[in-house]
């Protein structure tokens, strides 16, 4: 591929005799050191691919953003379709379900969609490729939304039958999304061409590092950024839904994402595509079962632990057996391990942003809109992440580069835990405040369903629920970004889709915590449910930092070369009937620097 050699030095006289890779000069560690590091620039696929990423999304959230509205809510007076009579201050709703039943439906929906990944993920690292599974994903998903209109038409909410066909199409749309997940943001990095630290010169003649970490991220925040102007369609459901009615929320969402046939259809052949390689994670048992056959188990938590099953180790001591791997992949495989004790600590902190549950939507059921949609302002967490990220991408992260400032992925991390903590304290404080002034004291949230009526709302305005909406939201931005590039550089090349969805788990974790307090999100409770994640997320927090903070100036690692970044028409026809690229599964081993090469106990690995 022509974008491979970039750098335009190879015949600079000032670099002569320098080591290069596919034409790029790569940089040494005296440079590494000194030199200003930017981000490379990316193929136009990737952002082809986030626009994928954003009509699913569009579709995905303008729908959930209605879902605990719908389910908890009955019809208001006089209304066949969901939305609030003229002349009323009632909320939209449709089933009548309660609080309860909208957090048990909607929190088990959100763990079917972050947690059947793991299966898809690993389906497709072994069998079928992401791309084929990203369009599995989308058809299926398409089929959901219909149904999910259909659910909402007047007749059907009339008759009360519309129980049925929502709760087909909402797990039917979870299992399109766990297809979907897992695979779009390893296949968006497999494009980068930037797999090692190299040289060029920039626009004023400076000589600067290609920072491979930093070329990813930039291009995963813009795909954060679109995620977000996709959730961001959960402003007008909300007002379709009052207004208007529940199928008219649904039928907006589904047009967008007819834009997904289309662009997956133009990408199909301009995409280079890791093909499905027989997945390693057969392999990773076999390297944990001789470590733990040979005395691994007294030296968990200890130097030496992941050199136990290193093919080389067990030959010096007189193995015969055949390994299928070697020295490097066993290192991946502790890396992967270091990955996934990371990720082990974003469930509480998730539970901090927006509350457990249907939290959120039931304390803003008892607070003064004012003519809004209850829940219009759970639409400030997109908002404030795509006017945060620009920010980001342009002033903040060049700026720290260019003053010599490394924000590792570890201190972005503490740092959005930490503000994410701050932010949810704000949730107690207005649970707190809500029931002090309501008319109903610590019965807030239903109030408004006893002979008062609209009468029934706390005089604490709706708009203060904007102020931990917003911190919690950009805190996001260090944290789930952050998560993406840790989860892609951190595993072996067939498994990468695989470590996607282990990260994607932790919010089916989280979920798991929310159904099992969905009986205690109701009055009188509320204060403490915000309460209490909050507490423990200042001790995760701490517990976080100190226990990674030691590998914040390690480097990324791109596991992949420049041989696994063909497209469909560079691979032979051999390379074809092996499913694989026709340089094997062979890493590129001189030229990569390690990351995260702790000692951590077996609890965190």
């Not at 002349?87 to 309660?98: D, H, Y």
């Not at 004023?204 to 930039?218: F, I």
């Not at 795509?386 to 924000?407: D, E, K, Q, S, W």
Request: neutral net charge.
């Amino acid at each position: 591929m022509a974008t491979l050699a970039a750098s335009g030095l190879e015949n600079d006289d000032e670099f002569a005799g320098r080591e290069t890779f596919h034409g790029l000069i790569v940089a040494t560690e005296e440079e590494k050191r000194t030199l200003r590091r930017v981000a490379g620039k990316m193929p136009a696929t990737c952002y082809y691919l986030c626009a994928v990423e954003f009509a699913e999304r569009a579709s995905y959230y303008g729908c959930n953003q209605v879902y605990k509205q719908f389910i908890r809510s009955p019809l208001p007076p006089g209304s066949t379709t969901g939305a609030t009579p003229a002349g009323t201050n009632f909320n939209p709703g449709a089933l009548g379900l309660g609080s309860s039943v909208a957090t048990a439906m909607t929190e088990a929906f959100k763990f079917l969609a972050y947690g059947l990944p793991v299966f898809f993920g690993w389906l497709a690292d072994t069998k079928y490729g992401r791309f084929k599974m990203i369009c599995w994903g989308v058809a299926i998903c398409g089929i959901a939304h219909v149904v999910m209109i259909i659910s909402a038409v007047p007749p059907v909410l009339s008759s009360g039958n519309a129980i049925g066909p929502f709760a087909f199409s909402l797990y039917l749309l979870a299992i399109g999304a766990a297809q979907f997940k897992p695979n779009i943001s390893p296949t968006v990095m497999d494009q980068s061409p930037h797999k090692v630290y190299h040289v060029i010169k920039d626009k004023n003649g400076e000589k600067v590092v290609v920072d491979p970490e930093e070329s990813l991220a930039s291009v995963m925040l813009w795909f954060y950024l679109l995620i977000n102007v996709g959730a961001c369609f959960g402003i007008p459901t909300s007002y379709l839904a009052k207004l208007v009615g529940y199928w008219a929320a649904y039928l907006i969402p589904t047009i967008i994402y007819l834009l997904l046939p289309p662009l997956l259809w133009y990408l199909n052949p301009r995409l280079v595509k890791q093909p499905p390689g027989g997945s390693d994670l057969g392999n990773v048992f076999r390297v944990l079962g001789d470590i733990f056959a040979n005395g691994g188990l007294t030296h968990i938590g200890r130097p030496g632990f992941w050199d136990l099953g290193k093919p080389s180790v067990r030959r010096a001591a007189g193995s015969t057996k055949n390994y299928q791997y070697d020295d490097d992949f066993v290192n991946d495989v502790r890396k992967t391990f270091q990955a996934c004790g990371i990720f082990l600590f974003q469930p509480i902190i998730q539970l901090n942003d927006g509350g457990i549950g249907a939290a959120g939507n039931t304390l803003t059921a008892g607070m003064a809109a004012h003519g809004m949609p209850n829940d219009l302002l759970d639409n400030l967490n997109p908002v404030s992440i795509v006017v945060m990220i620009p920010i980001m991408n342009h002033i903040v992260y060049p700026g720290l580069r260019r003053a010599g400032i490394r924000f590792g992925p570890i201190s972005r991390m503490t740092f959005g835990f930490a503000m994410c903590t701050l932010g949810s304290i704000a949730y107690s404080v207005l649970a707190h405040q809500v029931y002090e002034s309501s008319p109903c004291g610590d019965r807030a949230s239903t109030c408004t369903d006893t002979e008062l009526g609209d009468e029934g709302f706390s005089t604490v305005h709706l708009g203060l629920y904007a102020i931990p909406t917003i911190i919690t939201a950009i805190s996001e931005i260090f944290i789930n970004v952050t998560a993406y590039g840790i989860a892609y550089t951190q595993s072996p090349k067939n498994m990468k889709g695989l470590v996607a969805s282990i990260n994607l788990f932790m919010s089916a974790v989280a979920s798991i915590i929310s159904l099992s307090t969905a009986a205690a999100i109701v009055d009188p409770y509320l204060p403490w449910v915000f309460a209490a994640p909050t507490i423990a997320g200042a001790i995760i927090t701490v517990a976080f930092w100190f226990t990674f903070k030691h590998l914040d100036n390690q480097e990324f690692v791109i596991n992949t070369d420049f041989d696994d970044m063909k497209l469909d028409s560079d691979k032979s026809d051999v390379d074809s009937e092996k499913g694989a690229p026709s340089c094997g599964v062979r890493q590129q081993k001189t030229i990569e620097a390690s990351i995260f090469t702790l000692p951590i106990r077996l609890l965190c690995i």
